[in-house]
């Protein structure tokens, strides 16, 4: 593993564990150039995913994107790490269960709407706003009407 301080190749794992409800290995490296410390995460991998994006291309899947929109959707909302990691585990194990190498992004958006709305009601709704490409108020009115639904079901 490259040592993101300083480029060197030859780096020392110093502790691994168990993270992410052990699906992923977390290990503590050292470079024995600069000295520099930092944690790598290990996954499994069942099989390379692809993206067919609405506009017809395809590009290969990527879990950081998905994390990245997750966090933007969760902007000052007070939800911990741990449960963020565990939501984007889920559905990338939801993905790779499917059986499918080429996955919709319309499939990856139903399946984070599905865990934000039991996530995090008003990041539900800020996903839905984009996810949706919503214009008009009324558009947000269909969303909240779909989470009282959900209440009155509960």
Do not use: H, W
């Not at 997750?70 to 990691?85: Q, Y």
């Not at 939501?87 to 934000?116: F, K, N, P």
């Amino acid at each position: 593993m490259r040592c993101p301080y300083c480029g060197n190749k030859e780096t020392q794992v110093k502790d691994s564990r168990p993270a992410e409800e052990n699906q992923s290995i977390r290990r503590r490296r050292s470079c024995s150039t600069c000295g520099g410390r930092f944690t790598t995460f290990e996954r499994v991998q069942l099989r390379e995913l692809s993206v067919a994006k609405r506009n017809g291309r395809t590009m290969p899947f990527d879990r950081d994107k998905l994390y990245r929109s997750i966090r933007i959707a969760l902007r000052k909302r007070k939800v911990d790490d741990e449960r963020v990691d565990q939501l984007i585990s889920g559905i990338v194990r939801q993905l790779e269960a499917s059986g499918e190498s080429v996955i919709t992004s319309d499939m990856i958006g139903g399946l984070v709407m599905d865990g934000l709305k039991v996530l995090d009601e008003v990041a539900y709704v800020r996903f839905a706003s984009v996810y949706r490409n919503f214009r008009e108020a009324a558009d947000f009115e269909g969303v909240l009407d779909e989470l009282s639904d959900k209440e009155d079901d509960d």
